[in-house]
């Protein structure tokens, strides 16, 4: 599988299952801090999921390097996922939070790896990330900047917004 697919699957993954209503991929932004995430999805209350594809074990190992990989809190994603074909990355092998969702071969998303955490109290929940929030911020500020500038913004103005689809995909 090629990552443009890969993207594409876990893009649709996302929507779906990841608990965000607005969801980009490969969105490029110089006020991300260079992170250029393949999948980025923002929801209510602060919610964010950041999904990795990774086609390669290299790729995967390469992925380590990143400085946003050296210090979590520089990334993005309050969520965060890898995306691969199936057995390519090892659970045993993800950063400390980080989930995992393999693609088998007939093209079909799952969640492989959830990443879960017992709180003091003895709330079993989702791992939660410290997040670059200036970083996720600079990317949604570029996303609505460019439909601004296309005169798009002013359907958030819309009176039936309520019986609008209430996921929003961008290209």
Request: aromatic residues 10%; proline residues 4%; glycine residues 8%.
């Amino acid at each position: 599988m090629t990552h443009k697919e890969l993207v594409e699957i876990a893009y649709k993954w996302a929507i779906k299952r990841g608990s965000v209503g607005v969801v980009f991929k490969e969105l490029n932004s110089l006020a991300s801090n260079g992170e250029y995430p393949d999948i980025i999805g923002f929801g209510a209350w602060g919610n964010s999921l950041l999904i990795e594809v990774k086609t390669s074990r290299a790729d995967f190992l390469a992925d380590k390097k990143k400085m946003f990989r050296r210090i979590p809190a520089q990334g993005m994603g309050l969520h965060r996922y890898y995306c691969c074909p199936t057995n390519l990355i090892k659970t045993e092998e993800l950063p400390i939070g980080w989930g995992l969702i393999y693609v088998n071969e007939k093209g079909k998303a799952m969640r492989h790896h959830k990443p879960l955490i017992e709180l003091p109290n003895g709330v079993i929940t989702h791992f939660k990330h410290e997040r670059n929030l200036l970083a996720e911020h600079g990317l949604m500020y570029s996303a609505l900047r460019r439909l601004f500038l296309k005169d798009l913004v002013k359907h958030i103005y819309d009176k039936d917004y309520d019986n609008l689809n209430p996921v929003i995909t961008l290209e």
